[in-house]
């Protein structure tokens, strides 16, 4: 079952200008992370954020957590065509060694 | 390069057929995980396993099986594969202990399952 829902589902921008995707989850996390997939490539990992934490940043990536919300989002400032990919939440409950759950996914596309 | 390999990139089989896909995890990691991604499911997480024992089941159908050797590479076994089992296979793989929190994956390049 999906734990985490991304919006929007698509989003197109141009070069320069900042991309927002929102994640909303379910039930009680320890964390939340977030991945980059490159078109039919495998996830790569770009930042964690702790259910303690509120916001973190990561050179161009900013990630915000709202536990009272069940909700995150990542800001990716003055983006590139390279930043085109899919990105995913993904959310780790507490129960000890459990896997991490996906949502579906935000394309984003850049337009140089 | 996330250090995770995966074989083979592509598979092409019939519906009936069994297939293995096999992976690799980066050198120390012990535990490894096996996703299924399609286009209407998304994500989906299927079996973990860490330093050789089962650690958690997640949508896995009965027809599929995993297992992961001493060496910790591990493999997937799908057997009377249907149309709907096409899918990205991936493998994903952590430094996580028992109990572990807060570890991120590393993934493979998948495996490209197409059953026609």
């Known amino acids: 079952s999906q734990q985490g829902e991304e919006d929007p589902q698509a989003l197109s921008i141009q070069e320069g200008e900042n991309a927002t995707m929102n994640c909303s989850y379910k039930?009680?996390?320890?964390?939340l992370q977030w991945y980059r997939q490159n078109s039919g490539r495998g996830l790569v990992h770009l930042i964690l954020?702790?259910?303690?934490?509120r916001e973190k940043h990561s050179g161009r990536l900013r990630v915000t957590l709202d536990t009272s919300k069940k909700s995150s989002s990542l800001l990716i400032t003055a983006s590139r065509a390279a930043d085109t990919a899919s990105y995913f939440c993904?959310?780790?409950?507490?129960?000890?060694?459990?896997?991490?759950?996906f949502g579906k996914g935000t394309r984003l596309s850049v337009i140089a | 390069d996330s250090g995770v390999t995966q074989t083979p990139k592509h598979l092409i089989t019939a519906t009936g057929q069994r297939v293995t896909l096999r992976c690799s995890p980066r050198?120390?990691?012990?535990?490894v995980y096996w996703y299924q991604q399609s286009l209407d499911q998304g994500l989906q997480f299927l079996i973990h396993?860490?330093?050789?024992?089962?650690?958690a089941k997640g949508n896995i159908l009965e027809r599929f099986s995993a297992q992961q050797f001493p060496d910790l590479h591990s493999e997937l076994n799908l057997s009377s594969l249907e149309l709907g089992d096409s899918a990205l296979y991936f493998c994903?793989?952590?430094?996580?202990?028992?109990?572990?929190?807060?570890?991120?994956?590393?993934f493979g390049s998948g495996t490209q399952l197409s059953v026609l």
């Open positions: 954020i702790r259910s303690n934490e």
């Open positions: 396993y860490y330093n050789g024992e089962e650690r």
């Open positions: 050198s120390g990691d012990l535990s």
């Open positions: 993904a959310t780790e409950t507490p129960s000890g060694n459990t896997p991490l759950v």
């Open positions: 039930t009680s996390i320890n964390n």
């Open positions: 994903a793989s952590s430094v996580a202990t028992v109990g572990a929190t807060n570890e991120k994956l590393f």
